[in-house]
């Protein structure tokens, strides 16, 4: 029998901007709420980031973290999975200070650099709601998403060896599966391995059946075929690459961070109306949905009471 499926509901992410939706959690008071909602709503794993309160940009301080990590733990036995990537221009420092101080189960971590372009979506906004958001879009025309390998080392060092966290690795294309390979290689990293395929941001690979069936017949002749692997996919994607992952035997993300829809032409209310749908269809297809019981044993995570919020 397939093994339950694994929901991730990315809650906010850094890329979307307030000027999109108003159904974006921007304080820590729709965060906590809008998490505590997705995994009631079946999500077994929680991926946040935080943002400023008063104009939605997002914001690496470690003390926002903290305004809705500890209601989120007493309210949800949910696996919290920190950002490691933050926003663009943040250093490494800044990346880690949250995840350092919380000491989470889990952490995202990105195993490449990449051109990550969001500037697309300024010639769809037509009215802004607050003055960074273009030209923060805008520089995405002449940025780079970066992730060296001493910064996956690093990260690997400071947070997996240091605090015991595992970790979601995102692969943005083929690539950063070999990058996995290579740090599994000289041990850096102990299986089980929970991968991420992160398909149709414009940077990395495009978000079609192919190229995920690619991915994930690469990373089976890489890591086997008992590995977890999930997928997201960006904007109108989302569903449908959530579905196909499950036919495929993979967990899904969903989350406003991935698609600020719900379908073609209308915004989603909330996360939890995400997580819903796909929870919906995978029950109708015969699957069943994973707990975070599930979850902490299969990815071999140290528990929430090892956390320190």
């Given at each position: ?16 901007t307030p ?19 997705a ?5 077994a ?7 400023n309160a ?5 914001t ?22 920190i ?14 200070a949250?995840p350092?101080?919380?000491s ?10 990449i051109n ?8 769809k906004?037509k009215?802004w ?8 879009l ?8 970066r ?12 947070l ?6 595992r970790?979601?690795?995102e692969?943005?294309d ?8 290579w740090?599994?290689d ?17 940077g990395g690979i495009?978000?079609e ?13 890489l890591f086997?075929?008992?590995?977890e692997?999930?997928?997201l996919?960006?904007?109108r994607h989302?569903?449908?690459?959530a ?12 989350g406003l961070?991935d ?10 209310h ?7 749908k796909?929870a919906?269809i995978?029950?109708?297809l ?8 599930e979850a ?7 528990g929430a009471?090892?956390?320190?919020f």
């Open positions: 029998m397939a093994r339950p499926v694994i929901i991730s509901c990315a809650i906010t992410g850094s890329l979307h000027s999109m939706s108003p159904h974006l959690p921007l304080t820590p008071d729709e965060i906590a709420r809008e998490s505590i909602a995994a009631d709503a079946g999500a794993i929680l991926h946040l980031h935080a943002r008063e104009d939605g940009r997002p690496a301080d470690p003390g926002v973290f903290m305004e809705f990590l500890p209601r989120i733990k007493q309210a949800t036995d949910a696996i919290v999975n950002t490691t990537g933050g926003a663009p221009g943040m250093t490494m420092d800044e990346r880690l949250a350092e101080l919380a989470p189960e889990m952490t995202s971590l990105n195993m490449g650099t990550f372009g969001l500037f697309p979506a300024v010639g906004i009215e709601k607050h003055p960074w958001e273009k030209p923060f805008e520089s995405s025309r002449d940025g780079i998403f992730n060296t390998f001493k910064d996956i080392e690093e990260i690997l060092n400071r997996g060896k240091g605090h015991g966290c970790f979601e690795f692969c943005y083929v690539g950063h599966l070999h990058n996995l390979a740090f599994l000289q041990k850096l990293y102990e299986p089980p391995i929970f991968i991420q395929f992160c398909l149709g941001i414009l495009g978000a059946v192919d190229h995920l069936l690619h991915m994930v017949r690469t990373a089976q002749r086997g075929n008992d590995i692997f999930s997928v996919a960006a904007g989302q569903m449908p690459m579905t196909q992952n499950i036919l495929l035997g993979g967990n899904v993300r969903v961070e698609s600020l829809y719900i379908e073609r032409g209308q915004l989603a909330s996360n939890a109306e995400q997580v819903s796909i919906r995978m029950t109708e015969g699957y069943a949905i994973a707990t975070p019981a902490r044993s299969r990815l071999a995570l140290k009471d090892r956390t320190s």
